[in-house]
């Protein structure tokens, strides 16, 4: 019941318009009035289902739209045919002729629904390239166009024979409406949900389509057919049938989302459809077993077979270039994935010996926090002795000289230790207020033992008072040393200078790292993940994407740009904290670092 009364107004639809045919059917005498009331009547009943049809085609996915616009162009031919009918038959007021030159566009006019059933719109399965689809469609057409040719022309214009002509055309004609009732019921027992339910009411159309299509012929071979008869029911009804279907799939096929890729079960693995390939082989072969049957086995006149022959001929030729066509673009489609496939396989094998690299590193900083804590025992009493014997009333000059230089070393030691500690071990990110000065300071001791044998001098310098900035100071130890780290491999084969200078505007501190090296190839590229121009092995590229990453973090800025005279440039802007910072001696002026003490 509640099915009923969901469908109350598509049933009382149906009942209206059949109900209303019937009525004047009966009311009016076979004639002109009657035959125009048919002809006009059946364009509006097509005209209905493709606009039932055609209301599905909104769906962002490129499959349904096409299903469903193929449906609606298949009916839209079967349309444009009977219109020609109808001019015959309404506006000259006289027969149709036979054989009628419109036949073909009915007999074409199922290639467009055959080609939508090869889409399979139920199935959520890897995106093919439209090309394939347009190729395939192409394919099926011109087989069945061959097919025409090939059993319906030579007795419509080689050897004019009305009643061989109609044979012929209403035996291929129902071939290939059973071919398209067929597929349809085979994908009403392929598919599930609502898709099954759209799929079953389009193959009883088809079938009721089929069976009042052969009952009017049926009718008129025996003469009892006229134009408004009783025969023209079903058949009507067949088209509102089609356009049920179309409602019905409006109603229950659940739209696709836009930013939403379809829902794929994960039970079955969706493949690639391989059916419009197996039709375009199935099509090449067919076409040298039609000629050799024609030339053995058939007794039509030797016009014929010799139009045949012309004709199978020139089909081969033609779908054998589309099928290598579509086989070229296969190969081009499989090489593409194949190499997306290999780019995909080396990244993931750089993100894997990255992995690894972390791990190294982090056992590396295990070891390094140890081997610190041990080394600041003994270095807390080499400061503790050296103090002693500094001061020392009893000892000379040259012994209280020598003992400040061990304490002055010792330390520059505990500093150098004090900065491995806390980079290989950085503390849970905190914002606080911090010295920039002393944290690149921090970055260019790090790097200070691996260049005591290379031609790269290192220059420190500050302009004015720098302010302070709020940020974690591991984190941008670690954004310092990666930049200083690169600009010295950029300068291991031919030496150079790095220039870190360090200034502030109004509202933020600038730290720039000048280099005289080659310089970067790709300036706009080096903040991009796996992005790197050092050899394999040597760097992952994802130093400066984290550099960049944490920059931001601070609501800075990071720029990469190559300098005019030679050599790459870093600027980093981080926002000024205006607070009172302790300065150290050693800040009021610039330094410079040479290659024997950096």
């Known amino acids: 019941m509640s099915i009923l009364r969901k469908n109350a107004r598509l049933v009382f639809g149906w009942l209206v318009f059949t109900g209303g045919y019937a009525a004047v059917s009966l009311i009016l005498r076979p004639g002109a009035h009657l035959t125009a009331f048919a002809d006009l009547a059946l364009c509006a009943a097509v005209l209905i289902t493709n606009a039932c049809l055609l209301r599905n085609a909104a769906s962002p996915d490129w499959r349904r739209?096409?299903?469903?616009?193929?449906?609606?162009?298949?009916?839209?031919?079967?349309?444009?045919?009977?219109?020609?009918?109808?001019?015959?038959?309404?506006?000259?007021r006289q027969h149709v002729p036979a054989p009628f030159p419109g036949d073909v566009i009915f007999f074409v006019h199922t290639v467009p629904l055959l080609g939508a059933l090869a889409l399979r719109p139920h199935v959520a399965h890897a995106d093919r390239n439209l090309r394939f689809a347009h190729l395939d469609f192409l394919l099926l057409l011109s087989w069945w166009v061959y097919l025409y040719l090939f059993v319906v022309i030579p007795w419509q214009?080689?050897?004019?024979?009305?009643?061989?002509?109609?044979?012929?055309?209403?035996?291929l004609y129902v071939v290939e409406n059973l071919s398209f009732a067929a597929l349809l019921f085979?994908?009403?027992?392929?598919?599930?949900?609502?898709?099954?339910?759209?799929?079953?009411?389009?193959?009883?159309?088809?079938?009721?389509?089929?069976?009042?299509?052969?009952?009017?012929?049926e009718a008129v071979t025996r003469g009892l057919y006229y134009r408004g008869s009783a025969y023209d029911l079903p058949f009507i009804a067949?088209?509102?049938?089609?356009?049920?279907?179309?409602?019905?799939?409006?109603?229950?096929?659940?739209?696709?989302?836009?930013?939403?890729?379809p829902e794929i079960d994960m039970q079955v693995i969706p493949t690639e459809n391989v059916w419009p390939a197996r039709m375009a082989m199935s099509a090449a072969l067919s076409l040298?077993?039609?000629?050799?049957?024609?030339?053995?086995?058939?007794?039509?006149?030797?016009?014929?077979?010799?139009?045949?022959?012309?004709?199978?001929?020139?089909?081969?030729?033609?779908?054998?270039?589309?099928?290598?066509?579509?086989?070229r673009l296969v190969d081009e489609?499989?090489?593409?994935?194949?190499?997306?496939?290999?780019?995909?396989?080396?990244?993931?094998?750089?993100?894997?010996?990255?992995?690894?690299?972390?791990?190294?590193?982090?056992?590396?900083?295990?070891?390094?926090?140890?081997?610190?804590?041990e080394i600041n025992n003994p270095l807390a009493a080499i400061l503790g002795y050296s103090e002693l014997l500094a001061d020392d009333a009893k000892a000379t000059d040259r012994?209280?000289?020598?003992?400040?230089?061990?304490?002055?070393?010792?330390?520059?030691?505990?500093?150098?230790?004090?900065?491995?500690?806390?980079?290989?071990?950085?503390?849970?990110?905190?914002?606080?207020?911090?010295?920039?000065?002393?944290?690149?300071?921090?970055?260019?001791?790090?790097?200070?033992?691996?260049?005591?044998?290379?031609?790269?001098?290192i220059e420190l310098r500050k302009e004015g008072h720098i302010p302070g900035v709020r940020g974690d100071a591991s984190q941008l130890l670690q954004v310092f040393f990666n930049i200083i780290s690169n600009a010295v491999d950029a300068m291991e084969e031919t030496g150079g200078v790095l220039t870190v200078h360090a200034s502030s505007d109004r509202a933020n501190v600038i730290i720039e790292f000048l280099d005289s090296g080659p310089g970067i190839r790709e300036p706009h590229l080096v903040f991009d993940p796996f992005y790197t121009t050092k050899p394999v092995g040597k760097g992952a590229g994802l130093g400066l994407s984290i550099c960049y990453g944490i920059v931001k973090e601070h609501k800075g800025q990071i720029t990469c740009a190559n300098r005019p005279g030679g050599g790459a440039q870093f600027r980093i802007e981080l926002?000024?904290?205006?607070?009172?910072?302790?300065?150290?001696?050693?800040?009021?002026?610039?330094?410079?670092?040479?290659n024997r003490q950096i």
């Open 65 to 92: 739209n096409s299903f469903w616009m193929l449906l609606g162009l298949g009916f839209g031919l079967w349309l444009a045919g009977h219109l020609v009918w109808t001019y015959f038959e309404v506006i000259r």
């Open 157 to 171: 214009y080689v050897v004019p024979n009305i009643n061989e002509y109609r044979v012929s055309f209403s035996w």
């Open 186 to 217: 085979y994908l009403v027992f392929r598919s599930k949900g609502p898709w099954r339910k759209v799929y079953a009411h389009l193959a009883g159309a088809s079938l009721l389509y089929i069976l009042s299509s052969q009952l009017i012929y």
């Open 238 to 261: 067949s088209f509102l049938w089609f356009g049920t279907a179309g409602i019905i799939a409006h109603r229950v096929v659940p739209p696709l989302r836009a930013s939403a890729a």
């Open 288 to 327: 040298p077993a039609l000629a050799i049957w024609s030339e053995l086995a058939s007794d039509a006149p030797e016009a014929v077979r010799r139009f045949r022959l012309l004709t199978t001929l020139t089909a081969m030729a033609f779908l054998t270039a589309l099928v290598f066509l579509r086989l």
């Open 333 to 373: 489609d499989r090489l593409r994935l194949l190499q997306a496939s290999k780019d995909s396989l080396t990244r993931v094998q750089r993100i894997q010996r990255q992995f690894v690299q972390a791990e190294k590193l982090a056992s590396l900083g295990q070891l390094a926090a140890g081997a610190a804590h």
């Open 399 to 457: 012994s209280k000289n020598i003992a400040e230089k061990i304490r002055e070393q010792a330390r520059r030691t505990k500093a150098i230790v004090g900065n491995l500690l806390s980079f290989a071990q950085p503390l849970p990110t905190e914002r606080t207020l911090l010295d920039i000065g002393s944290i690149v300071s921090s970055a260019l001791e790090l790097r200070r033992l691996d260049l005591l044998e290379k031609n790269i001098r």
């Open 575 to 594: 926002p000024a904290m205006m607070a009172p910072l302790p300065l150290r001696e050693s800040d009021e002026s610039d330094s410079v670092l040479p």
